[in-house]
C-alpha cells in the first residue's frame, strides 16, 4: 500500500503561482510512475500532467503546457506541481495518483489516489 498526501492548495488571484506537493508513505521509485490529476463538481476527472519513475520523461494536458512543471524528488517520496499564471478556470480539487509502469494520462490505470487539495483561482 502506498498512502498519498497533498499539500499547497489555496485561494490565489489569477496570475498567481502555487506548488502543490504530493508525499508518499513509502519508496515509489523503481517503476512506479506518478501523476496529478484535477477534478471540478459534476465533471471526471481531468489529466494535468504525469511523470516517469525516474523522472526522465513527463506529460502534461494541453491547457497547461508552459504553465505548469511536474517534477519528484525520489530521495523525499515527493512529487511537486509548480503551477505559474493560474487562471480561473484552473480552479479544481487537485489529486495525485501513482501507478505502476510509465507516465499516463490514463485516469484508470492509477492504482494509488491523494484526498485531494482545492486549488481556487479568483478572476
Known amino acids: 500500500q502506498v498512502q498519498l498526501v497533498e499539500s499547497g492548495g489555496g485561494l490565489v488571484q489569477a496570475g498567481d503561482s502555487l506548488r502543490l506537493s504530493c508525499a508518499a508513505s513509502?519508496?515509489?521509485?523503481?517503476?512506479?510512475?506518478m501523476g496529478w490529476f484535477r477534478q471540478v463538481p459534476g465533471k471526471e476527472h481531468e489529466f494535468v500532467a504525469a511523470?516517469?519513475?525516474?523522472?526522465?520523461?513527463?506529460r502534461y494536458t494541453d491547457s497547461v503546457k508552459g504553465r505548469f512543471t511536474i517534477s519528484r524528488d525520489i530521495a523525499k517520496n515527493t512529487m511537486y506541481l509548480q503551477m505559474n499564471s493560474l487562471k480561473p478556470e484552473d480552479t479544481a480539487v487537485y489529486y495525485c495518483?501513482?501507478?505502476?509502469?510509465?507516465?499516463?494520462?490514463?485516469?484508470?490505470?492509477?492504482?494509488?489516489w491523494g484526498q485531494g487539495t482545492q486549488v481556487t483561482v479568483s478572476s
Open positions: 513509502r519508496r515509489t521509485s523503481g517503476l512506479w510512475s
Open positions: 495518483a501513482a501507478r505502476y509502469g510509465g507516465a499516463s494520462d490514463l485516469r484508470s490505470s492509477y492504482t494509488y
Open positions: 511523470i516517469s519513475f525516474n523522472a526522465g520523461a513527463t
